[in-house]
């Protein structure tokens, strides 16, 4: 709780010190002032990592008809199934294997 009130104390602190030595009239500043470009991402630099989805496969059962076939009453064979992520973060699934 302490470390969050000195985070907003340096915070305003840093705001009101950044305020007293701007110019009243930017008009008058013989220095031009670099614009800040808006950046639409949640990511903090320095602080958050760049989210990437890897293929990273964890195996999976699950109905696969198609593969596997059907069973006499009706309903689907499982397969063995290896899921993941890929990079557009769709989730995709390969067949395996039939399981037994």
């Known amino acids: 709780m302490k470390t969050i009130i000195a985070a907003i104390a340096i915070a305003l602190w840093s705001l009101s010190a950044?305020?007293?030595?701007?110019?009243?009239?930017?008009?008058?500043?013989?220095?031009?002032?670099?614009?800040?470009?808006?950046?639409?991402?949640?990511?903090?630099?320095?602080?958050?990592?760049?989210?990437?989805?890897?293929?990273?496969?964890?195996?999976?059962?699950?109905?696969?008809?198609?593969?596997?076939?059907?069973t006499p009453d009706g309903s689907p064979r499982m397969g063995m199934f290896e899921c993941g992520f890929s990079q557009e973060c769709d989730r995709v699934c390969n067949f395996v294997r039939c399981a037994e």
């Open 18 to 70: 950044g305020a007293a030595d701007e110019p009243a009239d930017a008009a008058d500043d013989p220095t031009p002032r670099a614009s800040v470009a808006r950046q639409d991402s949640l990511e903090i630099p320095g602080l958050t990592a760049c989210h990437q989805c890897e293929w990273r496969p964890k195996p999976h059962t699950k109905a696969a008809e198609e593969q596997c076939g059907m």
